[in-house]
């Protein structure tokens, strides 16, 4: 199977995406095909579109059970976006980059990334909706697509989609490991390695639910590559590449190394590390950071439309850079430096 570029509006105003089913597709069922191949979209959504009439194969319209044939042209006609329930808010937005199918934005610590139980507002998906005024919708409804996200408490960059067709794309990307994900990020404790890889699967954890766990019964696949920066004694400043996205991925994998991420009030066991630092300047600095410190620093796709590969970085956050300053003059005064590269 592969996506034609998307065709003309049909009469209703409705977009459409167009795919051409390969050998691979051959017989299978046209619902299955399209609820496989269009994100957000539920087998029982596809059917009642394909009931609509909205989907149309080599020119007709056919039936949720038509068995497809090779070289078969199937055009999925998308409902007109609805109004969001979501409140539109100014809040401070950075944009790094931003054309009618995407957004690059550097999300603050602090900020969660959608509205949730205790989130109402505040979030990034709000202050996005008063950022853009071009939305075609996802999913059937005016709002921005978040394809993958960030902790309340980690800053860095995340890649949004502004209509269903960019939206698919770069999910798709992120489901085949396609996308780059670098994140700086301080740890208690000497690495005393310069580089490493941690392959253990991360799942819920058993008893605590609001943790993850290398440990869990229903653990998925999940691997961090690692690499020194600079050592500063009894905090190590690394550089992590993520080749899969699982939740709370990189606290849990360097928590499971014995090297939690400095100021994590999740898995860094209730600031016991920091109790272990025997240094007292050391623990007066790190004391800087008031939540993780962890930053995506650099993200790499390749554009939904045109194919381009892009990237782009963003600069550690003043709390991180004022950590890094304050640890660099320690280790150059005196005897805090401890093998600095």
Same mark, same amino acid.
């Given at each position: 199977?592969?996506?034609?570029?998307?065709?003309?509006?049909?009469?209703?105003?409705?977009?459409?995406?167009?795919?051409?089913?390969?050998?691979?597709?051959?017989?299978? %069922?046209?619902?299955?095909?399209?609820?496989?191949?269009?994100?957000?979209?539920? %087998?029982?959504?596809?059917? &009642?579109?394909?009931?609509?009439?909205?989907?149309?194969?080599?020119?007709?319209r056919e039936k949720a059970g038509y068995?497809?044939?090779?070289?078969?042209?199937?055009?999925?006609?998308?409902?007109?976006?609805?109004?969001?329930?979501?409140?539109?808010?100014?809040?401070?937005? +950075?944009?790094?980059?931003?054309? %009618?199918?995407?957004?690059?934005?550097?999300?603050?610590?602090?900020?969660?990334?959608?509205?949730?139980?205790?989130?109402?507002?505040?979030?990034?998906?709000? =202050?996005?909706?008063?950022?853009?005024?071009?939305?075609?919708?996802?999913?059937?409804?005016?709002?921005?697509?978040?394809?993958?996200?960030?902790?309340?408490?980690?800053?860095?960059?995340?890649?949004?989609?502004?209509?269903?067709?960019?939206?698919?794309?770069?999910?798709?990307?992120?489901? &085949?490991?396609?996308?780059?994900?670098?994140?700086?990020?301080?740890?208690?404790?000497?690495?005393?390695?310069?580089?490493?890889?941690?392959?253990?699967?991360?799942?819920?954890?058993?008893?605590? %639910?609001?943790?993850?766990?290398?440990?869990?019964?229903?653990?998925?696949? =999940?691997?961090?590559?690692?690499?020194?920066?600079?050592?500063?004694?009894?905090?190590?400043?690394?550089?992590?590449?993520?080749?899969?996205?699982?939740?709370?991925?990189? +606290?849990?994998?360097?928590?499971?190394?014995?090297?939690?991420?400095?100021?994590?009030?999740?898995?860094?066991?209730?600031?016991?590390?920091?109790?272990?630092?025997?240094?007292?300047?050391?623990?007066?600095?790190?004391?800087?950071?008031? +939540?993780?410190?962890?930053?995506?620093?650099?993200?790499?796709?390749?554009?939904?439309?045109?194919?381009?590969?892009?990237?782009?970085?963003?600069?550690?956050?003043?709390?991180?850079?004022?950590?890094?300053? +304050?640890?660099?003059?320690?280790?150059?005064?005196?005897?805090?430096?401890?093998?600095?590269?």
């Open positions: 199977m592969h996506r034609e570029k998307t065709p003309e509006k049909n009469p209703d105003g409705e977009n459409g995406i167009e795919f051409v089913a390969g050998a691979k597709e051959e017989r299978e %069922r046209l619902d299955v095909f399209l609820a496989r191949n269009i994100s957000g979209m539920t %087998r029982s959504q596809v059917s &009642r579109r394909l009931d609509e009439g909205k989907v149309i194969v080599n020119g007709r068995r497809l044939r090779s070289g078969d042209r199937i055009v999925f006609f998308l409902e007109p976006p609805r109004e969001s329930s979501l409140a539109p808010e100014a809040c401070p937005l +950075r944009v790094l980059y931003e054309d %009618r199918d995407l957004l690059v934005v550097e999300k603050p610590a602090g900020m969660v990334v959608h509205p949730a139980a205790g989130h109402a507002g505040g979030t990034l998906v709000n =202050a996005l909706l008063h950022h853009c005024t071009d939305l075609s919708g996802i999913g059937g409804v005016l709002r921005p697509g978040i394809v993958h996200r960030l902790d309340k408490d980690t800053s860095g960059l995340l890649v949004v989609a502004k209509n269903d067709v960019a939206h698919e794309a770069l999910s798709d990307q992120f489901r &085949r490991h396609r996308v780059l994900k670098c994140y700086r990020v301080f740890v208690y404790g000497h690495m005393r390695q310069d580089e490493g890889t941690i392959a253990l699967p991360v799942g819920r954890h058993p008893t605590d %639910r609001k943790k993850m766990s290398t440990v869990s019964r229903r653990g998925k696949t =999940a691997v961090t590559r690692w690499r020194v920066l600079e050592r500063f004694g009894e905090i190590t400043f690394l550089e992590t590449v993520i080749e899969t996205g699982r939740t709370h991925q990189i +606290r849990v994998h360097l928590s499971t190394l014995g090297h939690p991420v400095v100021g994590d009030p999740t898995y860094g066991r209730s600031g016991r590390k920091e109790r272990d630092i025997r240094d007292q300047r050391f623990k007066e600095i790190i004391r800087v950071m008031k +939540r993780q410190a962890l930053h995506a620093g650099t993200i790499g796709f390749h554009h939904p439309a045109t194919g381009q590969y892009m990237e782009f970085s963003s600069p550690l956050p003043r709390d991180m850079e004022e950590l890094l300053q +304050r640890l660099r003059n320690l280790c150059r005064d005196g005897d805090g430096e401890e093998g600095m590269e």
